[in-house]
């Protein structure tokens, strides 16, 4: 997995040109998987259980277009099966899914001090506050599953 910025109009934005709005950047994650041992699906349904897909442009107390729910898919079969889960997972939310589905069109990593943030800095109030409840809730749905792989 790497930090990154993708779904923009500026080749290669920084951070600070990003968090401007301007950019039509949101902030992502690429990852990269094995469909063999993790289904597409299976990713998507995990992307939908640890962020709110019904806030157009937000998450928690970030707001701007920047922090937009988005799936940037590779593969026409990607985009099928995000559409699919995100159907899939509507029945789960009281609000309608804002999730945007796109085709892919590039990625700009982001700068070093962004990389596994989390896990360097638990202890930055961000993280205390917002991303430790996030992992623990993935941990308790969704860990002990892929493990049995």
Same mark, same amino acid.
């Given at each position: 997995?790497?930090? #990154?910025? +993708? #779904? #923009?109009?500026?080749?290669?934005? !920084?951070?600070?040109?990003?968090? !401007?709005? %301007?950019? #039509? ?13 993790? +289904?597409?699906?299976?990713?998507? %349904? ?18 701007? !277009? ?19 889960? %995100?159907?899939?997972?509507? +029945? ?15 990625? !700009? %990593? ?40």
């Amino acid at each position: 997995m790497e930090s #990154g910025y +993708s #779904g #923009g109009s500026v080749l290669h934005p !920084t951070y600070e040109q990003v968090c !401007t709005g %301007r950019t #039509g950047h949101a902030e992502v994650v690429q990852v990269t998987f094995a469909p063999h041992t993790l +289904s597409c699906e299976e990713l998507l %349904r995990v992307f939908f259980s640890i962020h709110d897909p019904t806030t157009l442009n937000r998450q928690g107390a970030d707001v701007g !277009t920047q922090y937009r729910s988005a799936i940037f898919y590779h593969t026409p079969e990607q985009m099928q099966s995000a559409e699919r889960v %995100r159907e899939e997972v509507t +029945s789960v939310y009281d609000r309608p899914i804002v999730t945007e589905i796109s085709p892919f069109r590039d990625f !700009t %990593r982001a700068e070093d001090y962004h990389q596994e943030f989390f896990r360097r800095n638990p202890n930055q109030p961000y993280c205390a506050a917002v991303v430790a409840p996030k992992v623990a809730k993935f941990r308790k749905q969704h860990l002990s599953k892929l493990k049995t792989r």
